[in-house]
């Protein structure tokens, strides 16, 4: 992964193991942050299928819009793009019919497993550097 850190935000290059996506993935305030179109890459899925999950989320007070939602401008764009926190991303992977979603939820679950049983999360590539 490729670190890049413009003023108050960390980006790194997500490229999946088996090489098939590659995203930038925006981390600030202790969260990373994806755009519906970096969603639907991560799920190989519809855009449009996204924003109805995601609707679908709001509608369903399952989570908050205001604390979930955050505009960023985008280099090259006049409009601020929406891009939405890990929370949100997790919840429409669970909603998510396709194999990258599954993989995601298996991953999502592996990690949170492991921080139940240890009662803290380690990040072994920060301990390797």
Known sequence: MTKIK????EVEIY??????????VKLKKD???LSQAQMANLFEIDRTVI???????FKSNELKEISNVQKMH???TDKPTKFYNLDLIISVGYRVN????????IWATRI???HLLRGYSVNEKLLLA
């Open 98 to 105: 396709s194999k990258k979603a599954t993989q995601f939820r």
């Open 112 to 114: 949170l497993k492991q």
């Open 6 to 9: 413009p003023k108050g935000m």
């Open 31 to 33: 969260t990373i942050w």
């Open 74 to 76: 985008i280099t090259g």
């Open 15 to 24: 490229k999946s193991s088996d090489g098939e996506i590659q995203m930038e």
């Open 51 to 57: 924003s109805k999950h995601i609707n679908n989320i």
